[in-house]
């Protein structure tokens, strides 16, 4: 143990015992002054990078705060321990974070409760936990949409589609897609991404190994968007269905790598577009 840590424990010690044998009549101030040391405490804790203690100190300030009836000065440092604790304890983090977001609503600042929802739920995706992670983007998204901050709300599920997808849960990526796809239709800062959220759609649906309901899909997507059918996008979805109709896996590889070759798939898509090539095999399989 450093220095530095050795004395910030020490005040912390000290602190603790006070608290509990200061009469009643001085409760504001010893509450005042015990989250003033706590604080100080926990910044040298945080220098000694002691990132469990120093979030247990800011624990202990949170909680000196809610004494004094300060509920958003609590939320702040219980956010500030949960940072503390991200670097060493995911759980005891995460467990903070629920605690701050409670608050928030409380108060009715949904906002803030949606960008701490984000952050719980990278901390979910963080740790492997996409069940997890896609239900706290899916409440961010809830709360950003009661604030009406809907361009926001969609990245939240556009998240949660990513995350449903991968899970292979196409159904609820298909309806996400399509969903904020429309929803970017009137808007001149969105609507150049639809044809990117409609191509994610197709291609989940295509990874269903319902053909039937790709071949309407991508009629819809055409009477939705007049000019997604002139856009790469729209070619190449059409392409893929017209490949798969005809359970043409090298043709459906061929226009899979001319399209990388202009605009470079990510990972998601290409997991898709493999998991499709699979069905195609399976089909020739089941034909012979």
């Known amino acids: 143990m450093s220095g ?15 608290l509990t044998s200061w009469s009643g009549w001085l409760s504001g101030n010893k509450y005042e002054a015990a989250e003033e040391l706590y604080q100080k405490a926990a910044n040298q804790l945080k220098v000694a990078k002691s990132w469990d203690a120093a979030g247990a100190a800011l624990e202990k300030a ?69 069940a997890a992670a896609m239900e706290a983007y899916q409440t961010a998204a809830d709360y950003y949409q009661a604030e009406e901050s809907h361009s926001t709300a969609n990245q939240m599920l556009l998240k949660v589609a990513g ?72 070619d190449f979805l059409k392409k893929l269905v017209t490949a798969y109709e005809e359970l043409d896996e090298d043709t459906f590889t061929d226009h899979v790598r001319e399209y990388d070759e202009v605009s470079r798939l990510d990972a998601q898509k290409t997991s898709l577009l493999l998991e499709i090539k699979n069905k195609i095999k399976t089909s020739q399989v089941d034909i012979t």
Do not use: W
Request: overall charge negative; hydrophobic content about 40%.
């Open 4 to 18: 530095a840590e050795a004395k910030a424990q020490e005040m912390i010690a000290k602190e603790d015992k006070k």
């Open 62 to 130: 949170a909680q000196c705060h809610l004494k004094m009836e300060s509920p958003y000065d609590a939320a702040s440092a219980y956010q500030d321990a949960a940072v503390c604790y991200k670097k060493t304890d995911a759980r005891r983090a995460l467990l903070l974070y629920k605690e701050v977001i409670n608050i928030q609503i409380d108060m009715g600042r949904f906002t803030a409760a949606a960008k701490l929802q984000k952050e719980v739920g990278e901390l979910h995706e963080a740790e492997g936990d996409a």
């Open 163 to 234: 995350l449903a997808a991968t899970a292979q849960d196409y159904k609820r990526a298909i309806e996400i897609y399509e969903q904020v796809a429309i929803a970017s239709l009137d808007s001149n800062l969105l609507k150049f991404s639809v044809k990117d959220y409609l191509l994610r759609a197709g291609l989940c649906r295509l990874a269903t190994g319902d053909i039937g309901a790709a071949v309407n899909a991508l009629e819809r997507y055409v009477g939705m968007d007049a000019s997604f059918e002139s856009t790469r996008e729209g």
